[in-house]
């Protein structure tokens, strides 16, 4: 099993919408949890990061994480075009990450 | 502030030749990052540094690939030799000391080996 799954996509959605994407990790001793934002042929950016469980907003973006099904969530509101990109998610057991393989996200005008 | 710099962004090279990669990363961040990404994949982390010494090197191939970061500044990863199957971005990151969580990304170097 892998330590972090995601669903890879393609994802298309019209803007506007409401974007849900979704991971998965195997071990619950991971603290942090963290998502970003790689937009074609550029280095992957920091959207936000959570400590264990629960809800942290930023903007349109909400991460959310429930460690007791070890599933973690970004959502997405009013999704705009410029939203267009790879999302990955991370998981951090303190000294290191490991990364998701991410899921394309498509945000059709 | 300055974000993490890398140098070259593309590089194309023969199969069996040596490369090197450069990162600058940002100010004040003592740990230092260098992962690679197959397209399609997640950045897999290949070493770490923390000032100019090794925390881990577990993924890293080591008959081939080599690293270091003598001033506990600036980094240097190198193959010697490529292999087809090195075609990947290598990416740079950089966090302060006890903040994996808090990485930041430079522009990565496009590899090609023919």
């Known amino acids: 099993q892998k330590e972090v799954e995601q669903d890879p996509g393609p994802l298309s959605v019209p803007e506007g919408a409401i974007v849900s994407l979704n991971c998965t990790y195997s071990n619950s001793a991971f603290q942090y949890f963290m998502w970003y934002r790689q937009y074609s042929r550029k280095g992957p950016e920091l959207l936000m990061y959570?400590?264990?469980?629960g809800n942290k907003e930023d903007g349109r973006f909400t991460a959310q994480v429930d460690k007791s099904s070890k599933y973690i969530s970004l959502f997405i509101r009013d999704s705009q075009p410029s939203d267009s990109a790879t999302y990955l998610c991370?998981?951090?057991?303190?000294?290191?990450?490991?990364f998701g393989p991410g899921t394309s996200l498509s945000v059709i005008p | 502030e300055a974000g993490v710099a890398q140098s070259p962004r593309y590089k194309i090279i023969e199969k069996r030749q040596s490369v090197a990669f450069w990162c600058n990363p940002i100010s004040g961040h003592a740990t230092l990052y260098w992962y690679q990404q197959i397209l399609g994949q997640g950045p897999k982390l290949l070493i770490q540094f923390q000032n100019n010494g090794v925390v881990d090197d577990s993924q890293l191939p080591k008959d081939r690939f080599s690293a270091e970061r003598l001033k506990g500044v600036d980094s240097t990863l190198k193959i010697q030799p490529a292999k087809l199957e090195d075609s990947a971005v290598y990416l740079c990151a950089s966090s302060l000391v006890g903040a994996p969580y808090e990485q930041y990304f430079g522009p990565g170097t496009r590899l090609t080996v023919t």
């Open positions: 959570t400590y264990s469980s």
């Open positions: 991370a998981i951090s057991p303190y000294d290191k990450v490991i």
